[in-house]
């Protein structure tokens, strides 16, 4: 399994938002935590059911979305 593999996308789940191997656990709620200050462990502490390759993959998936190129149009 590569760490993509635990986000998942379900249109009637968490408004479709990236989840963490279909839990009720988004994306953004993992990057936000470690945006706040969290560290893994304390993430893990306080979601049990997450795994450290969630985390991972958390970070992985973001990485991935910002890695395309914007055009900016001249002016």
Not at 34 to 55: K, M, N, S, V, W
Request: a negative charge; aromatic letters at 2%.
């Amino acid at each position: 399994m590569s760490l993509l593999d635990r986000i998942t996308i379900e249109p009637g789940k968490m408004g479709g938002r990236p989840c963490i191997r279909r839990m009720r656990i988004r994306v953004t709620d993992v990057l936000e935590m470690l945006a706040g200050g969290a560290t893994p462990e304390q993430i893990l502490a306080d979601y049990p059911d997450l795994e450290a390759d969630d985390i991972r993959a958390s970070l992985a998936y973001a990485a991935l979305q910002l890695s395309h190129p914007v055009i900016i149009a001249a002016e």
